[in-house]
């Protein structure tokens, strides 16, 4: 190869003039040999081309799957954050309705025991009733004596009427009789 120079091509159409100051002009015979090593040169520049052409390809293809891997690691990570976001609020809201649970469980517990202590002191009081209704109302024993007791002086009492019925008539006379009776009886008089 030969090193680069600063000059500019020579304007004239002379090819001994394009291949620049030593070259020797080609020779129309030695062209037929060196048309195929031309072409080979052109096949390999077109190789070359064709190559970078690939790698051109290849590495546009290889950009365009990095930025959809990127995407699709986008879209993965928003989806997975707003999936937290709501296990995270549900969390709360089950915290939030756990404490919620327990503390009504704790007033129902407070309300049941201050109704046990309730129904004791009721259970307490109804048997202090029971055992003051034993204590006042009489037995039957006691009804039955009493009623005997009854009968007895209203007995008694007929007696002293009749015993004392012939001393009366004897004293007052037929009529007046019934209306002293009647008194002691508290039958209003006729």
């Keep these: 190869m030969s090193e680069p120079t600063d000059r500019a091509p020579p304007a004239s159409g002379d090819p001994a003039a394009l291949l620049g100051p030593g070259a020797v ?16 040169v052109e ?3 077109l190789s070359r081309l064709l190559w970078v052409g690939i790698a051109m390809v290849a590495l546009v293809a290889a ?3 990095w930025l959809d891997a990127k995407h699709a690691q ?6 997975v954050a707003q999936r937290l976001a709501g296990v995270e609020a549900s969390v709360q809201a089950s915290g939030k309705a756990q404490t919620q649970l327990a503390t ?3 007033d129902t517990q407070a309300k049941v025991t201050l109704l046990e202590a309730r129904i004791a002191e009721s259970q307490t009081q109804q048997a202090a009733l029971e055992a003051l209704y034993r204590d006042l109302a009489p037995s039957r024993d006691e009804i039955a004596l009493s009623e005997l007791e009854q009968m007895l002086l209203v007995a008694n009492q007929q007696l002293a009427v009749r015993s004392a019925a012939p001393r009366v008539v004897a004293r007052h006379g037929p009529a007046q009789s019934r209306t002293v009776f009647r008194r002691r009886r508290g039958e209003p008089e006729a």
């Design 25 to 40: 002009a080609p020779d129309p015979a030695a062209s037929a040999h060196t048309a195929p090593r031309v072409r080979a």
């Design 43 to 45: 096949r390999a520049g």
């Design 63 to 65: 950009v365009a799957v």
């Design 74 to 79: 986008q879209a993965l990570r928003t989806d």
């Design 104 to 106: 009504d469980l704790r």
